[in-house]
């Protein structure tokens, strides 16, 4: 989840060299039309439009460590229902 401007959130993906977001007016914003972080952002959104577009209230969050395999270590949100 990024903050564009003080009204303005999105949530989105990245890596070291890409980026994606979903803006609150469902405006999508990518580095690249081709970029890895868009692929993965439209995935989550396909998955949530075939599970019948869940409400948030249904999910459980919790933040998981991940560890690679350079020696990185870092946090990320899983939803689960």
Do not use: F
Request: charged share 20%; with cysteine; proline share 6%.
């Amino acid at each position: 989840m990024t903050g564009l401007s003080p009204d303005l959130w999105a949530i989105g993906h990245t890596t070291a060299t890409t980026a994606a977001v979903l803006q609150q007016d469902g405006t999508i914003l990518a580095d690249r039309p081709d970029s890895p972080s868009l692929a993965v952002l439209r995935d989550w959104l396909s998955a949530w439009e075939n599970a019948g577009r869940p409400a948030l209230e249904t999910y459980i969050p919790a933040l998981v460590r991940c560890d690679d395999d350079r020696g990185n270590t870092g946090w990320k949100l899983r939803l689960t229902r």
